[in-house]
């Protein structure tokens, strides 16, 4: 069994900083790409970062220069540092992973999700 914990989300005010982080754990072989998606009120889930297990990054336009993914591939986590959080930034972020078993096959992994909420 594998599962994505994650954890860091809250409370802070526009301007603020958090960072998010992601554990994987379970029968591991290894892990291709990880990312961090959000959903907010009333909208789809949308790509925040993601990062190949060679280092490369993608972003959202709308979060670049703010938000910054990382990932320790020996402990299987992925961070991701907000920096500068707008109230439009208020949504509840989800963990992401593509994950190879020990027994073989890869699928697709979520974590069960963290809210962010960016409010004076």
């Known amino acids: 069994q594998v599962q994505l914990v994650e954890s860091g989300g809250g409370l802070v005010q526009p301007g603020g900083s958090l960072r998010l982080s992601c554990a994987a754990s379970?029968?591991?072989?290894?892990?291709?790409?990880m990312g961090w998606y959000r959903q907010a009120p009333g909208k789809q889930r949308e790509l925040v970062a993601a990062?190949?297990?060679?280092?490369?990054?993608n972003y959202a336009d709308s979060v670049k220069g703010r938000f910054t993914i990382s990932r320790d591939n020996p402990k299987n986590t992925v961070d991701l540092q907000m920096n500068s959080l707008k109230p439009e930034n208020t949504a509840v972020y989800y963990c992401?992973?593509?994950?190879?078993?020990?027994?073989?096959?890869?699928?697709?992994?979520w974590g069960q999700g963290t809210q962010v909420t960016v409010s004076s």
């Open positions: 379970g029968r591991i072989f290894s892990i291709y790409d």
């Open positions: 992401n992973a593509d994950i190879v078993h020990l027994r073989g096959g890869a699928r697709e992994y």
């Open positions: 990062i190949t297990s060679g280092g490369i990054t």
